[in-house]
């Protein structure tokens, strides 16, 4: 999860909703809003970062886009990706934007609200909910459903989960969404309240960004079409696709974008080639008009016939690299497969159609024998097959009446990956005939279905006559009820019970099949009550390694992770499975990695898991702090206000960062900055250019924040370096790929000037001329002691008085958005009684709105009622009041 991501939602089309679909996503509002719409998605759920300062301006630019086209937005609070949030922020938030029309509320009249992980802040959410009434639906999944529902009993209205991809060599099934299900069930007892599963839906998943210690792919396959089987059958409150444009993850929906940052993370993340360049999925939203509908009103039209077909391009036997990629992830306590037992070499291939149509497949001009393997119930429906491609290379053309594609082939070689396998999809689609049909499914029972194994034979009678209990079996179709054995039917009406040594998951399956006829096979059932055995572990819970070995230093490594289940296939063998040995907490401080003696892509991931755990072998691992991508982690905010101008004096506890205010300036001034070089990848090939930024016309400067250590003493003299943002830059681009010449525009934001970041530096530069565009050079350390003023490139104004434009967390400012308490005399408050514990020693002031000393910000529009605003001073904040 990037930066800034959104999740695509499907909601109902009433005005308080019942029903609701999410999917992620990331940017280009309106289009994407547009295409969303057109595939029958209701609207995007906004996934943003704590430390994402850019959040503010997207986030007013996607309800303003969704305003106008009538679509739908929540907000999901990314605790993974960028740190925790603060509960008060969290409210101010929740409280802001769910004025807009745009919001989606659910059929209660709350905003819903959403997550990706955060479990360790689940305490904080009591609090904020009572402040926003919002219907709160986590993703916990790094929990599972039962642990997620004890972190902070009775507050959710529900759990989200993000496991909608399959186990190894296996197709997807619904044992997991079922685990949800049943413990939500148990939730809404104890907890006296209707809770709301929200149900996965993803097409594929496979990710290469070592940067990001991400290797892996799960099968996706026939996952497109089989989950939306799945979610028709399982009727969810909520649906999520998972993707609309995580690119990184090959789960993307939406279309692939060249401009911008969209391709940012196989940079960042250091990926061995672009994945998804020239890997369209757009095919993939082909027909979810026709399912979305099915699922959300169970009445669904076919006006048009339509094709879609998705494949790898070169096979997984093919002489390439595979990229280190494992089928599975140790990271998740998976037992690892190599990319080739878990993929299959195969076309896959789905159609709408209001009748039967055959289907062929040919590859490099050789049919390949293709058949449909799905059918729908009565004729008119989708219709889905998949057949092995073999050792053929080629053109790949599929057929299905008057429709065909006929897209990318499949290569013999991976040359135009830098001789990669890429395990991504290409997915293509066409339209045919204009047809006229009508599916009603809102009679429909299952009709078909399979379980795992032990369960499979009973579950393959039990779900064709519509009991398919989703705790023990998976319904594979749908359709108009069969009709139930009768009394003619030998065996009718035998009663029937779990065999000796069974669990309670037989109980309903040998009840129903022994009671019509099947024979209560005596290997699962009996006619005789037993007791019930109590399983340790789910049945339906694939197993995990067990016990491992290493060759060499990774002897012990591996003896000690693969017990826990971590147990990678590149650097150990796992030689048992069976129930996952649950591993001990790993430390919050202590880690490990690899000694500089060894490969650290081999050690790197073992030293990681075990040091953390108390064992770190030496001469294979070194222990270190954990390092969790935040070097301010430890220091504290000062947020200074303009009377810092008139007395340049400035006080904080150190470690500390000194937030400077910006300076008015006499009079509105253009700043002309200088050329800025930098390049971009277009397709395969890297361009290099130079920017001419825009002049900046203002009357005020910002300044860089000043980074203080424990090393700086009393009476120290630090710079104040100007930090100007410049408007972005349009800049045209072209590339050739497949002879095919494309020609694209980014808008390119430059880093401020002449400072890279605004944020806190690790050092002090000594100089602030200049755009910084790669390593900065001559700079001050810490451990130096103070170094003298240097006068900023723009001289600071101290009169007429500064003007100070904000205040930033940890100082809070939150909306009021009913009349101001008239017993907060003089604008002078104590801390409320529903402020966090951590608040309840700040000062907390509320002003109305027209009463601010420095400006007046009053906001009453149809979306939005602020009568005043509300700020909680930390310590070592110089506020607009003299406290």
Known sequence: MWLFTLLAVLLACAQV?????????????????????????????LNIRADDTTSGVSLSRAFDAADQLGFKVILSFDYAGGGPWGANLVSSMILLYSGYDSYYI????RPVVSTFEGPAQAGTWQYIIKKTNAAFIPDWSSLGAKAALAAAPCVPEGLFSWAPWPWGNTDGN???????????????????????????????????????????????DDLWFDRWEQIRFMNPDYVEIISWNDFGESHHIGPLYVEGDSYEAFTVGKAPFNYALDMPHDGWRELLPFTIDLYKTGVATIEQEKLVAWYRVTSKNAACNDGWTTGNTASQLQLEFTPQDV?????FYSALLASSQ???VTVG?????????????????????????????GAVVVTVGSMTVNKRPIAANCDDTNGYTNWNAFVASTTGAAVSATVNSTQWVCVEGTAAAGFDELCAFTCKYGYCPVGACLCTKMGPGNKLPGPETPGFGTVGFPAKGRTASYGGLCSFACNYGYGCPNAYCDTVEHELVIPSVSPFTPDACTSGVGEGGLGGLCSFSCNFGFCPIHSCTCTSTGALHVPPGASDTITGKADPSVDERTYGPLCEFACSRGY????????????????????NPAYIGPQVYETPTAACESPCVLVLPPSKLPATTTFRLPPYPTSFQVGSTTTTVTLYPADIVTDQVSFSNINITGAVTDGAVFPMCTSLKPDAIPVTLSYVSNAKTTVTVRQVELPPWPQITQGPPDQWTSTCGGWVTGTITNTHNDTDGPIGWIPPPTTTITTPRPTYTGIFPPAIVEPIVDPIDAQCHNNR????????NEHSNHVVIKVKCDELWFFVFCIHTEHIQVFGWKFTFPKAVIGPYEL
């Open 343 to 347: 993929v299959q070499d195969k076309i």
């Open 616 to 635: 770190c072998p030496e001469g294979a691992c070194v222990q270190s702090d954990v390092d969790d991508g935040n070097p301010y982690k430890n220091v």
């Open 17 to 45: 909703q019942a029903k609701a679909v999410f999917a992620h996503f990331m940017d280009q509002w309106k289009v994407d809003m547009r295409l969303a719409q057109a595939a029958h998605i209701d609207g995007f759920a």
């Open 365 to 393: 001009g050789v049919n390949v024998g293709a058949t449909w393997t799905k059918t729908p119930s009565g004729g008119a429906g989708i219709y889905h097959g998949s057949v092995d491609f073999g050792s053929n290379t």
């Open 358 to 360: 055959p289907v062929t």
């Open 106 to 109: 659910d059929k209660q009249g």
């Open 174 to 220: 619904t044992y997991v969404d079922a685990s949800y299900i049943e413990f939500m069930e148990t939730a809404e007892k104890n907890c006296a309240m209707d809770m709301q599963y929200m149900m996965p839906a993803s097409p594929w998943f496979y990710t290469n960004l070592p940067g990001y210690k991400k290797n892996w792919l799960w099968r996706g």
């Open 829 to 836: 408050c104590v801390p409320e009684a529903d402020d966090d």
